[in-house]
């Protein structure tokens, strides 16, 4: 069964520190993968996602993610954090035809 | 604006209570979903639909109904409302049913309260 792993559930960095937050996905075939952002009381946005060819792809925001087969693992990087940065991030798969997310893993930013 | 629009916000229900969230999009999606959000479990998947007049079961689908009626309307029907039904609802749409490839969009969701 397709599953979705996000090891983290709260992490607290500072302003203008690097973050990274894991993400490791159990899938048979080549997966599609995303990670989303909620704000409080917001929905979920589209922060970015990989398909296939480059491992390393760009979001919005200043957001990365870098796809690693040999691990199954989707890890999401910035190198600066930001107060808005604040909020809480979901990783995850897609597959037929429907989406398996993660548990979530809040992030809180301290100045 | 362009969008997923959900209704209402906030809505809070006694037990035994039947109601409907309503949740329309204006992209043209032909894929729409709905999830529920509860501390610790992330989204888990109720309902969805791949085009007008087809639904289908996801995750947690007891209690809840849906129609697919036109493709712009999703709406999610709470039967016979209980307190496990406490959560945050929020509706998904995709513009293909290859939906994995665009990712989805997301109403802001209806917070459900059952006493």
């Known amino acids: 069964a397709q599953s979705v792993t996000q090891p983290d559930i709260h992490i607290t960095v500072s302003e203008g520190a690097s973050l990274e937050l894991r993400c490791n996905y159990s899938y048979g075939a080549t997966p599609y993968l995303f990670w989303y952002v909620q704000s409080p009381g917001q929905g979920l946005q589209l922060l970015l996602k990989y398909f296939s060819g480059d491992t390393l792809v760009q979001g919005i925001k200043g957001f990365e993610a870098e796809f690693k087969r040999s691990q199954s693992s989707f890890n999401l990087r910035k190198p600066s954090v930001h107060w808005s940065d604040a909020a809480e991030y979901f990783c995850?798969?897609?597959?037929?035809?429907?989406?398996?997310f993660g548990t979530g893993t809040s992030l809180t930013v301290i100045p | 604006n362009a969008g997923v629009t959900q209704t209402p916000k906030f809505q809070v229900l006694k037990t035994g209570q039947s109601m409907t969230l309503q949740c329309a999009q204006d992209m043209n999606h032909e894929y729409m979903s709905w999830y529920r959000q509860d501390p610790g479990m992330g989204l888990r998947l109720i309902h969805y639909?791949?085009?007008?007049?087809?639904?289908d079961q996801g995750e947690v689908p007891n209690g809840y109904n849906v129609s697919r009626s036109t493709t712009e309307d999703f709406p999610l029907r709470l039967l016979s409302a209980a307190p496990s039904q406490t959560s945050v609802y929020f509706c998904?749409?995709?513009?293909?049913?290859?939906?994995?490839?665009?990712?989805?969009?997301f109403g802001s969701g209806t917070r459900l309260t059952v006493v």
């Open positions: 639909s791949v085009g007008a007049g087809i639904t």
């Open positions: 998904a749409s995709s513009y293909s049913i290859l939906q994995r490839t665009y990712g989805y969009t």
């Open positions: 995850a798969v897609g597959t037929g035809n429907q989406f398996y």
